[in-house]
């Protein structure tokens, strides 16, 4: 009887034998089926790496193939001509895609990819010459009836940069990068239990996975057409598969999961031990009911929006809150209600898209992006001052904290609320924003939806429930004195912005910040006196907004100088995948912490149960190294990191134990955890 592998062998053996004849039959003028073409992405200094793509777009019902093609086909090989000194190194491929054909299982790409490869530059380049890299490439494209086998030479031009002052780099590769699996730092597990390959991959619960799809990178390890089924125990993906004949185990199984239908996906390694039964099953490759999980990931979405009105998070926007509250029982609760929800969901939901959006050109962001760019910084610190001031009762208008019948302020509150509020995770919401950054757009939507009601949802109840009205206070004089005490926790707000923009872009954007908030403070004291006369006051006004406006158009143009280091109680080390394998390495524990100035949760864990001298005195003694990643400004690096383990933003905790895989702390630490899980470490209970 023919084994599987025999079937395979037999399978491309003749699948070449027809491209062969076809590729002979059809001349060698004929044109390609895959344009392709060679992309240099900056000039690079000696010394340096420069990435170099491949690019490649099939013709329409072609595809190309992954390094290793499955069943069926054959991936590309590169010989490089390179100038002498230079040297090629591995190459990276994107996420591939299942394609069965008849009884036969490809991984394949079926629309435009790139393949990246560095190449490294000798210290003995000469600055400001230019360079030849050539390459000649080989690939095998296909229809689901017929494959060509094909090759071209591709050239592209390398400039030695002198020192620092360079061009851009090519944008496209950021896109590209996005396409790549991520690194999972933590080892897998497989094990071969009678035929059955059983794995076990480090995936956090709730990372989002959705008709998932295994992909070996070397060949003769599975059954490429056999099913896969999927199940979730606790941070484990439990994955179960027929071995490919005569696979014996020892060696590390190296594997790319590709965790939905955009092409998102983790690169992990697998070492031979023993892998966890049981696990909540999942919809497996090409099944599937997600609707469980997609269920489940809409009530975590609605509660963790819920949970965030009373995380630290909030306590910026106390003031709009608290008005708010007091506005519901002040006549028209249910209109105020309404209006305060559609702000809300409003922000949430324009703060989703246009993440989705940037997600797809090829930025690699996470949830609270906006606080990582110095115009919105400029631009709030600006209208808190502005808030602050309308509070205090230096002028009067219908803005977000305005206290008359006008519903336009609930709206107008809301839509700060949200916009305000949602930089950090919480719990529930952690797990379900994760998840939306794999989804297809429509359903990160519904999650990102769900969130905003979620968040609106404790004044909906009050504005609709008149019992829970009951319980406030009745309206009266005592709004005005209690409306101007509430400028206190605002004009804090004010004053941690202006601190943040001092942190996200130096002195600069923070002089800058101040400039603009000073003079729109100048037009609403004018605005108000104004007022006060009986005059209108909305040229000033207009003003105020073209300035915040300005500044935070200008932010742009500034230059962001280095991050600003903070030194705490513990000795860190700044966060990178390449400094995570040397601690774990180590076999001592490791503390990884991911934080950001405007993420308010972060600032008070830290202060709590971080910067401690108890903690560290704690670490010290059981030899923790301790990790932290500053997310302030964007960093690619753990935003892949922090999507690895199924979180869309900080706060994130990760607690490793020697020759463990990493445990994800809650959100909120307890004053004394880090002491007690470094305390067991070192009495050998862990």
Same mark, same amino acid.
């Given at each position: 009887?023919?084994?599987?592998?025999?079937?395979?062998?037999?399978?491309?053996?003749?699948?070449?034998?027809?491209?062969?004849?076809?590729? /002979?039959?059809?001349?060698?003028?004929?044109?390609?089926?895959?344009?392709?073409?060679?992309?240099?992405?900056? #000039?690079? !200094?000696?010394?340096?790496?420069?990435?170099?793509?491949?690019?490649?777009?099939?013709?329409?019902?072609?595809?190309?193939?992954?390094?290793?093609?499955?069943?069926?086909?054959?991936?590309?090989?590169?010989?490089?001509?390179?100038?002498?000194?230079?040297?090629?190194?591995?190459?990276?491929?994107?996420?591939?895609?299942?394609?069965?054909?008849?009884?036969?299982?490809?991984?394949?790409?079926?629309?435009?990819?790139?393949?990246?490869?560095?190449?490294?530059?000798?210290?003995?380049?000469?600055?400001?010459?230019?360079?030849?890299?050539?390459?000649?490439?080989?690939?095998?494209?296909?229809?689901?009836?017929?494959?060509?086998?094909?090759?071209?030479?591709?050239? #592209?031009?390398?400039?030695?940069?002198?020192?620092?002052?360079?061009?851009?780099?090519?944008?496209?590769?950021?896109?590209?990068?996005?396409?790549?699996?991520?690194?999972?730092?933590?080892?897998?597990?497989?094990?071969?239990?009678?035929?059955?390959?059983?794995?076990?991959?480090?995936?956090?619960?709730?990372?989002?996975?959705?008709?998932?799809?295994?992909?070996?990178?070397?060949? +003769?390890?599975?059954?490429?057409?056999?099913?896969? @089924?999927?199940?979730?125990?606790?941070?484990?993906?439990? $994955?179960?598969?027929?071995?490919?004949?005569?696979?014996?185990?020892?060696?590390?199984?190296?594997?790319?999961?590709?965790?939905?239908?955009?092409?998102?996906?983790?690169?992990?390694?697998?070492?031979?031990?023993?892998?966890?039964?049981?696990?909540?099953?999942?919809?497996?490759?090409?099944?599937?009911?997600?609707?469980? @999980?997609?269920?489940?990931?809409?009530?975590?979405?609605?509660?963790?929006?819920?949970?965030?009105?009373?995380?630290?998070?909030?306590?910026?926007?106390?003031?709009?809150?608290? /008005?708010?509250?007091?506005?519901?029982?002040?006549?028209?609760?249910?209109?105020?209600?309404?209006?305060?929800?559609?702000?809300?969901?409003?922000?949430?939901?324009?703060?989703?898209?246009?993440?989705?959006?940037?997600?797809?050109?090829?930025?690699?962001?996470?949830?609270?992006?906006?606080?990582?760019?110095?115009?919105?910084?400029?631009? %709030?610190?600006?209208?808190?001052?502005?808030?602050?001031?309308?509070?205090?009762?230096?002028?009067?208008?219908?803005?977000?904290?305005?206290?008359?019948?006008?519903?336009?302020?609930?709206?107008?509150?809301?839509?700060?609320?949200?916009?305000?509020?949602?930089?950090?995770?919480?719990?529930?919401?952690?797990?379900?924003?994760?998840?939306?950054?794999?989804?297809?757009?429509?359903?990160?939507?519904?999650?990102?939806?769900?969130?905003?009601?979620?968040?609106?949802?404790?004044?909906?109840?009050?504005?609709?429930?008149?019992?829970?009205?009951?319980?406030?206070?009745?309206?009266?004089?005592?709004?005005?004195?209690?409306?101007?005490?509430?400028?206190?926790?605002?004009? %804090?707000?004010?004053?941690?912005?202006?601190?943040?923009?001092?942190?996200?872009?130096?002195?600069?954007?923070?002089?800058?910040? %101040?400039?603009?908030?000073?003079? $729109?403070?100048?037009?609403?004291?004018?605005?108000?006196?104004?007022?006060?006369?009986?005059?209108?006051?909305?040229?000033?006004?207009?003003?105020?907004?073209?300035?915040?406006?300005?500044?935070?158009?200008?932010?742009?143009?500034?230059?962001?100088?280095?991050?600003?280091?903070?030194?705490?109680?513990?000795?860190?080390?700044?966060?990178?995948?390449?400094?995570?394998?040397?601690?774990?390495?180590?076999?001592?524990? $490791?503390?990884?912490?991911?934080?950001?100035?405007?993420?308010?949760?972060?600032?008070?864990?830290? !202060?709590?149960?971080?910067?401690?001298?108890?903690?560290?005195?704690?670490?010290?003694?059981?030899?923790?190294?301790?990790?932290?990643?500053?997310?302030?400004?964007?960093?690619? !690096?753990?935003?892949?990191?922090?999507?690895?383990?199924?979180?869309?933003?900080?706060?994130?905790?990760?607690?490793?134990?020697? +020759?463990?895989?990493?445990?994800?702390?809650?959100?909120?630490? @307890?004053?004394?955890?880090?002491?007690?899980?470094?305390?067991?470490?070192?009495? +050998?209970?862990?």
């Amino acid at each position: 009887m023919r084994t599987a592998f025999q079937t395979t062998v037999i399978a491309r053996l003749f699948m070449l034998f027809a491209a062969a004849l076809l590729a /002979l039959s059809a001349g060698a003028a004929r044109a390609n089926n895959m344009d392709t073409r060679l992309v240099v992405e900056a #000039a690079a !200094a000696p010394g340096e790496t420069v990435t170099i793509a491949i690019a490649q777009v099939p013709a329409k019902g072609w595809h190309g193939y992954w390094s290793n093609p499955g069943d069926a086909g054959y991936g590309m090989s590169l010989d490089w001509t390179l100038p002498a000194g230079f040297s090629a190194g591995q190459p990276e491929y994107p996420v591939p895609q299942p394609l069965v054909i008849g009884s036969l299982m490809n991984h394949v790409y079926e629309g435009p990819f790139a393949v990246l490869v560095p190449i490294t530059v000798p210290d003995s380049a000469t600055p400001g010459e230019t360079v030849s890299i050539a390459v000649e490439a080989r690939w095998l494209v296909c229809t689901d009836k017929i494959c060509v086998p094909e090759q071209g030479r591709f050239e #592209a031009e390398l400039t030695i940069a002198k020192g620092a002052d360079r061009p851009a780099p090519d944008p496209q590769f950021a896109q590209w990068r996005t396409a790549l699996p991520s690194p999972v730092a933590e080892q897998g597990r497989y094990e071969l239990v009678g035929g059955k390959l059983r794995m076990a991959i480090p995936v956090a619960k709730g990372a989002g996975l959705f008709e998932p799809h295994l992909f070996p990178v070397d060949d +003769g390890v599975i059954s490429y057409i056999a099913p896969q @089924s999927f199940a979730q125990d606790g941070d484990w993906l439990i $994955v179960e598969m027929d071995a490919a004949d005569g696979f014996e185990p020892g060696a590390p199984i190296n594997a790319v999961l590709r965790m939905d239908g955009d092409g998102r996906g983790l690169a992990v390694t697998l070492a031979s031990g023993e892998v966890p039964t049981g696990g909540i099953p999942l919809a497996g490759s090409g099944d599937g009911n997600v609707a469980d @999980s997609l269920g489940w990931l809409i009530f975590a979405a609605f509660l963790g929006g819920i949970i965030l009105n009373v995380m630290p998070c909030v306590f910026p926007i106390l003031s709009l809150k608290a /008005l708010s509250l007091a506005r519901a029982n002040s006549g028209g609760a249910k209109v105020e209600a309404l209006a305060y929800t559609a702000g809300v969901m409003l922000a949430v939901l324009a703060l989703g898209a246009v993440l989705l959006a940037l997600r797809a050109a090829g930025q690699e962001v996470g949830w609270a992006f906006q606080l990582q760019e110095p115009a919105t910084v400029v631009i %709030l610190l600006v209208l808190a001052a502005a808030i602050t001031a309308n509070l205090a009762g230096l002028f009067e208008m219908t803005l977000p904290v305005g206290v008359s019948g006008h519903h336009g302020g609930a709206f107008l509150t809301g839509l700060l609320a949200a916009f305000a509020a949602t930089p950090c995770t919480g719990p529930f919401m952690a797990a379900a924003m994760g998840a939306a950054l794999l989804l297809p757009v429509l359903d990160a939507m519904v999650l990102f939806g769900a969130l905003g009601l979620g968040l609106a949802f404790p004044f909906l109840a009050i504005g609709f429930v008149p019992l829970l009205r009951k319980g406030l206070p009745k309206p009266g004089k005592w709004m005005v004195h209690f409306r101007h005490a509430m400028a206190v926790p605002m004009g %804090l707000t004010a004053l941690a912005l202006g601190w943040l923009a001092w942190r996200v872009g130096g002195e600069m954007l923070l002089v800058l910040a %101040l400039a603009a908030t000073l003079i $729109v403070i100048v037009l609403l004291a004018f605005a108000g006196r104004k007022q006060r006369r009986g005059g209108r006051a909305m040229a000033p006004a207009l003003a105020a907004i073209a300035v915040a406006l300005a500044a935070g158009g200008a932010s742009a143009a500034l230059d962001r100088p280095e991050p600003i280091v903070e030194e705490g109680a513990l000795d860190a080390q700044p966060f990178s995948e390449a400094a995570l394998a040397e601690a774990r390495a180590s076999g001592k524990p $490791v503390f990884a912490y991911f934080t950001a100035d405007w993420c308010v949760t972060c600032k008070v864990n830290e !202060a709590a149960a971080i910067d401690r001298e108890a903690t560290r005195a704690a670490f010290d003694k059981a030899g923790v190294i301790v990790l932290r990643g500053d997310w302030t400004r964007r960093d690619p !690096a753990i935003t892949r990191f922090l999507q690895s383990q199924g979180a869309a933003g900080v706060p994130l905790y990760v607690w490793y134990a020697p +020759g463990a895989n990493g445990e994800v702390l809650p959100q909120i630490l @307890s004053v004394d955890m880090l002491g007690k899980l470094a305390s067991s470490v070192a009495s +050998g209970t862990q």
